[in-house]
């Protein structure tokens, strides 16, 4: 994808789409492959040839993430190394320690926004940085954050008028545009309770409960395997909450299963495991 993406022009609306998808679908697919490869290349001991080519293929990710124009996805993949800066503070015996791979992140995220000031002063920001500035330099923060804006709004008057069982499953289009198209508030949380009410959002969060815990009882361990899954399922999280329906964010409720069932039934594996990779605490 990320090599098709070098040679798809753009289309009129300056995005690009690849293989049949939208740049949004492109970017979010890149974005889930970057927080992989980030995770390998700050925890699992690989030969260092090995480890430049994997580099090498993360900046080329994150160069067609930047050039596909595509705001949500790339703000999402930011916001989902957070679980590294937050467990990677470390006190034992009263001595405050740094795991090693958060200077590492705050190493390549000060060089990114000096990239990005470079870029900036010299006129080539790449798409999604100028979508960006868009909200803060445009009246009503742009066409499209406007538009979002305004189904947000709605969306909470028609959650209002049944706020505890909603107004069924499929009547976001219909209550807003008349008509049963495809159309949806842009956010699954106003989406879920214009639908499903406040019924269908305790539903929604009951999903959530189990596996925030011991996702968390894991990552206090600094547990390579449990801190992807917990960046895979912010990413997915966030971008759920800018763009697509129920049925578009179907990858955030896979993983969201599939940790369910990986951290329930081997979590004592995959902590005994994935400790042997970590390096030790400096």
Known sequence: MSVEGLFVNVNKGGFKDVLGGN??????????????????????????????????????????????????????????LFPILFYGFFIKNRT?????????VAAASFIGMLYIVFLYFTNNLPTALLRIMVIFQEQGMGASAATRLEYYNQSLLYWKANFLFGNGIGSWPLLHDGMD????????I??????????????????????IKDLHDANKSFSFFS???????????????????INENRYYFAFLGVSTFVMKNFKQKVSVENQNNLREFQ
């Open 96 to 104: 405050f320690k740094l795991h090693v791979s958060v200077i590492y």
């Open 181 to 188: 198209i495809k159309n949806y508030p842009h956010n699954i």
């Open 23 to 80: 740049y949004i679908e492109f970017s979010r697919v890149l974005g889930l492959a970057a927080i992989v490869l980030t995770y390998i290349l700050l925890f699992i001991k690989k030969k260092k040839v090995l480890k430049l080519f994997l580099a090498f293929l993360l900046l080329f990710m994150l160069f067609n993430i930047l050039n596909a124009g595509a705001r949500g996805p790339l703000l999402a993949l930011i916001i989902s």
């Open 227 to 245: 801190l992807m899954l917990t960046s895979i399922l912010i990413f997915y999280f966030i971008n759920s909450l800018i763009s697509g329906d």
């Open 190 to 211: 106003l989406e879920l309770g214009s639908e499903l009410g406040l019924i269908g959002i305790i539903l929604f969060l009951f999903l959530h409960m189990y596996i």
